[in-house]
């Protein structure tokens, strides 16, 4: 910090140039991320409520009120009439609150003290967190031989130790066996329902499923509300009230996020996306990213890539005949395209279509990659 205040100009000049260092959205050389450009219209929201908190909520009375609404919507959308949740960080504090509940409730009621969560190998580094943060044990089950979880791995990994199964196609196992149920949707939850409702195969991974417990799905993804902007969706209010603990100087008496103070904005701006949008706009918005990684799939076989698996959503694994995938990655990060590799199913070059990436961004990819095969 500066002895002398400078001034406003000079401090945006140098923002400016700083900022010059980070990829930009609207280039369409990201690649490989999950998030996207927030949508101006949230932005413009965002901004208005910048300084509430609803770590508070007595204080911001009105932005709570939004807060549940959103959690209504997102509940409504994913077949649930009455659901209780909080608008939170991202996918990881989304996914940290559903472990912890599955834990605390697994100790309350069934005695557990040492637990396991069975996950599969194809899981979100989140839980690790989670697992080491809760001092629980993971046990990773195998995948079968279209890349989802092995139902007989999970029957297998089950033990009077586990406290929480995650996965999407499970639900029967868990319910059978009175197992906490956690589905990380963090990035299909806002496409799914969509896809399906427009006649696109894909598996149902909701509350009408009877042994789903609790979603993650994050509205600064697919939802294009600006981050950060996760979502937890719990089936029951006993799964908060378990992670409960006593907050005696707030307007409220029990706090169950995992952070304190939280910023109203997201909740604010993913109502009123999700608003501007309706259930219309996001379904055609879906059905275009699918479009586009369709046109890349086969643009990527025409040329002669080895696509790893059929996609089912905006996401798509490749691989080159002969170049290794992080050398594969690095040629073309030279070429100002930014990739991820993935590690699971196998290792591959995976591109997540997202609404920043134009088809005139996708004929330019195929282009290099034609001059590097």
Known sequence: MKDE???????????SEIHKLDYDYADGRILGSMCTQAHPFAKEVYCKFLDTNLGDPGLFKGTKYLEDEVVRSIGNL????????????????????????????????????DGEIIIPSSAHFSFKKAADMLNLKIVEVDLDENYKMDVESVKESVSDKTVAIVAIEISKIAHENNIYFHVDAAFGGFSIPFLRDAGYDLPVFDFSLEGVCSITVDPHKMGLAPIPAGGIIFRKKEYLQVMAVDSPYLTVKTQSTIVGTRIGAA????YAIINYFGKKGYSQ????LMDNTYYLKDGLQEIGYEIVC????????FNHPNIKPRDFAEKLGKLGWNVSV????????????????????????????????
């Open 5 to 15: 205040p400078m001034d406003k100009e000079d401090i945006l000049k140098k923002l």
């Open 267 to 270: 909740s604010a701006a993913t």
């Open 78 to 113: 994913l077949s649930l009439d009455e659901a209780y949740g909080n608008i939170v960080t991202g996918g990881t504090e989304a996914n940290i609150m559903a472990v912890r509940a599955a834990r605390n409730h697994a100790r309350k009621y069934k005695g557990i003290v």
């Open 342 to 373: 993935a590690k699971c199913p196998i290792e591959a070059i995976r591109v997540v279509l997202m609404n920043h990436i134009k088809k005139r961004h996708i004929k330019e990819l195929l282009e290099d990659l034609k001059e590097i095969y």
């Open 285 to 288: 918005l879906a059905q275009e």
């Open 310 to 317: 059929e996609p089912e959503l905006n996401l798509l694994a």
